[in-house]
């Protein structure tokens, strides 16, 4: 099974609203990283926190990390149309593998 | 920059033929990760490459898939005898380094392969 799980599988809000997005995963990890996916740009990294990290931050972006539980959260404060994508979390296995596993997304509907 | 280039980016095939697809990383990546995508699936790792050995090919499903990268650079993918199941879209990504404490991949636009 895959190695992270985003929930929910499909968000729609309204512009201007947050959205939070949870990712879990199963094994120790080095990082986890956030993409996004839309038709127009493909896959895009938005952001990357380490295992020893608990909080990150980038713009309009806020991610959580919590190791104990195995899971993170991004959050997406005053969303916008544009913000409209596929969100998935991707991990590294902190050892014996150099896969990157990512899970199955998070659709994010932001409603003008 | 260029970013990441993949070709070709749509390719319809008869079940049974043989595909190659094919990446051109960033220049002076050493990291490069094939994945495929089914539609409205998240990515599926298949091999990984660290300058033109494959430590990792765990993911690649069977023997009909294979894969290769000459002179640390492109990399081609190759699917033989290609099944109905093996559509589907096929992501390339680049990272500098896979041991750099900061391994973003970059994506390129992907391959859409389909097996009629």
């Known amino acids: 099974s895959q190695q992270g799980e985003e929930d929910p599988q499909a968000l729609s809000i309204q512009e201007g609203e947050n959205a939070t997005m949870n990712c879990s995963y199963k094994?120790?990890?080095?990082?986890l990283q956030w993409y996004r996916q839309n038709s127009g740009r493909g896959l895009v990294h938005l952001i990357l926190?380490?295992?020893?990290?608990r909080e990150k931050h980038s713009g309009r972006l806020r991610v959580t990390l919590d190791t104990s539980k195995k899971s993170s959260s991004l959050l997406i404060t005053a969303s916008r149309a544009a913000d409209t994508a596929s969100y998935f979390c991707?991990?590294?296995?902190?050892?014996?593998?150099?896969?990157?596993?990512f899970g199955t997304g998070t659709r994010l509907k932001v409603l003008a | 920059g260029a970013g990441v280039s993949q070709s070709p980016s749509n390719k319809v095939t008869e079940k049974g033929k043989d595909v190659e697809l094919r990446c051109d990383p960033i220049?002076?990546?050493?990291?490069l990760y094939w994945y495929r995508q089914s539609l409205g699936q998240g990515l599926e790792f298949l091999i990984y490459?660290?300058?033109?050995?494959?430590?990792?090919k765990s993911g690649l499903p069977s023997d009909r898939f294979s894969a290769e990268r000459t002179g640390g650079s492109v990399s081609t993918l190759t699917i033989q005898r290609t099944q109905q199941e093996d559509s589907a879209v096929y992501l390339c990504?680049?990272?500098?380094?896979?041991?750099?404490?900061?391994?973003?991949?970059?994506f390129g636009p992907g391959t859409r392969l389909t097996v009629l």
């Open positions: 990504a680049s990272s500098l380094d896979r041991f750099t404490s900061y391994n973003e991949q970059f």
């Open positions: 094994t120790s990890i080095n990082n």
């Open positions: 926190i380490r295992s020893n990290e």
């Open positions: 991707a991990t590294d296995a902190r050892s014996g593998t150099y896969k990157y596993i």
């Open positions: 220049s002076g990546h050493t990291a």
């Open positions: 490459f660290q300058g033109n050995s494959a430590p990792d």
